[in-house]
């Protein structure tokens, strides 16, 4: 086996491949990770952590080279262009990395590309930039907060514009700076796990040097940190946990699912709330997971067997298509419809590069087409849990509305469903909104109940 990897190589070509948006960065990086799984562990985080990064500060990292480079970033070749950003990107934020090896290992490698001509231009601008690294001159806030906030937090005009108007500039601030932070891995542990299976999984994290704390609001949720693969390990392999964040995992706490409920997931995949039901019913009831592709749906099944969730039944279908079957069944109807996932840009941070206003309007037809097709499928007295990855109110609260104001549906209180600690967040009108932090990614919920 081939053993003799040149990291910043495969970051560089895995930028290419992403900024052509030929692949999505969260699958592309778990791919390559899982190729090059015989890497030191630092190498693969080494890796991760440079391709993230660059992604995330990718505005920012343009600003710079457009301000230090004779040719504009939208000229330069692809390779090349993906080389200069990930060694600044090394420069400015990594400060374990010397500048003099971000600098060298760049130009060698522009070398090894054949692009020999190149050379000196890749070496004058990643010094440049070395040089005068904390004399960059930034869009002043005060004079342009929609520039700076910007250039700083590294968010399209689009985005920044839309936030800004929903929750002022202070506050924009504060959810794009979280948005930057460094994200742990959360993890749900199978509520019916016996107390000596907790143990060996705990145990096994300990032997692995992975650090780990129960999450402040559900007691079944842990932070862990010190791994890039957990599918390596026994516990994951046998079920005892999947990865899942807090917030998603608040969905079924606020559903109340009860023994015997009939629940339906109608935008299912990759089945991490449909696994979640299936723990809630504790081998009652039945699960009903649908997803448009047998794609995802396959990650469904993949899921459902490590899981042993043998009441959760798997379908491809369609949720813009009338199930005449399915109409009046629903005890729960989980509805984590397609958004725009600005709540999650922190973990896939190509989303923000994805988005455009035709894109979001599309959404908006797709959702509202989506729920005139599944509200039926809730029985009279029923639950409807609606629930995205945003933070937009035209995808959460405004869509809500929607749902009451056209189809005999109520929101109904989540307070009380909700752990004591998160009595202070943003609680209103059967609605839980969620914005990104320490604890958790952004995340809007409802519960609604049929009249």
Not at 68 to 81: A, C, D, E, G, T
Not at 131 to 142: G, M, T
Not at 335 to 345: E, M, T
Request: proline letters at 3%; charged letters at 30%; one cysteine or more.
């Amino acid at each position: 086996m081939e053993k003799n990897i040149n990291t910043r190589e495969l970051i560089t070509d895995m930028l290419t491949e992403i900024y052509a948006k030929r692949e999505y960065s969260h699958v592309l990086i778990k791919n390559i990770l899982n190729k090059y799984n015989y890497l030191e562990e630092s190498d693969k985080a080494f890796i991760k952590r440079v391709t993230e990064g660059t992604l995330e500060r990718g505005i920012q990292i343009d600003y710079v080279l457009n301000a230090y480079s004779k040719v504009p970033v939208n000229k330069m070749k692809p390779f090349i262009r993906s080389l200069l950003r990930m060694s600044v990107y090394q420069i400015l934020f990594m400060d374990k990395v010397p500048d003099s090896a971000a600098c060298n290992e760049a130009v060698k490698l522009a070398g090894k590309r054949n692009f020999h001509n190149l050379k000196g231009f890749v070496n004058g601008v990643l010094r440049n930039v070395a040089r005068q690294k904390d004399n960059i001159s930034y869009p002043d806030l005060a004079a342009d907060p929609l520039q700076a906030i910007c250039i700083r937090y590294s968010m399209p005009k689009l985005l920044t514009s839309m936030m800004i108007q929903q929750y002022g500039v202070e506050k924009t601030k504060e959810i794009f700076a979280k948005l930057l932070e460094e994200r742990n891995l959360c993890v749900r542990m199978k509520e019916q796990i016996t107390k000596e299976e907790k143990e060996a999984v705990l145990r096994e994290w300990e032997e692995k040097n992975i650090t780990f704390h129960v999450h402040p609001w559900l007691s079944y949720a842990y932070v862990i940190k010190g791994t890039e693969r957990l599918s390596d390990l026994a516990g994951f392999q046998n079920g005892s946990y999947t990865v899942q964040d807090v917030s998603s995992m608040m969905v079924c706490e606020i559903a109340q699912i009860r023994k015997n409920d009939y629940v339906m997931d109608v935008c299912a995949a990759p089945g991490g709330k449909s696994l979640h039901a299936c723990d809630k019913l504790n081998d009652t009831g039945i699960v009903d997971a649908r997803d448009v592709t047998a794609y995802k749906t396959e990650l469904i099944l993949q899921n459902k067997e490590r899981m042993h969730a043998d009441n959760l039944h798997v379908k491809v279908w369609d949720a813009t298509k009338k199930d005449e079957t399915a109409i009046g069944k629903a005890d729960v109807l989980l509805l984590d419809i397609p958004c725009s996932g600005i709540g999650v840009i922190g973990k896939k941070p190509d989303i923000k590069y994805r988005l455009t206003e035709e894109s979001l309007e599309s959404l908006a037809v797709l959702q509202k087409e989506i729920i005139d097709t599944v509200w039926e499928y809730v029985k009279p007295g029923g639950t409807l849990i609606y629930s995205t990855c945003t933070i937009r109110r035209e995808e959460n609260e405004d869509m809500v509305a929607y749902i009451t104001q056209k189809y005999p549906f109520e929101t109904e209180s989540v307070k009380p469903y909700v752990p004591e600690c998160l009595q202070d967040a943003e609680i209103k009108e059967g609605c839980l909104l969620l914005l990104p932090s320490d604890q958790s990614d952004g995340f809007f919920m409802a519960r609604l109940k049929r009249k």
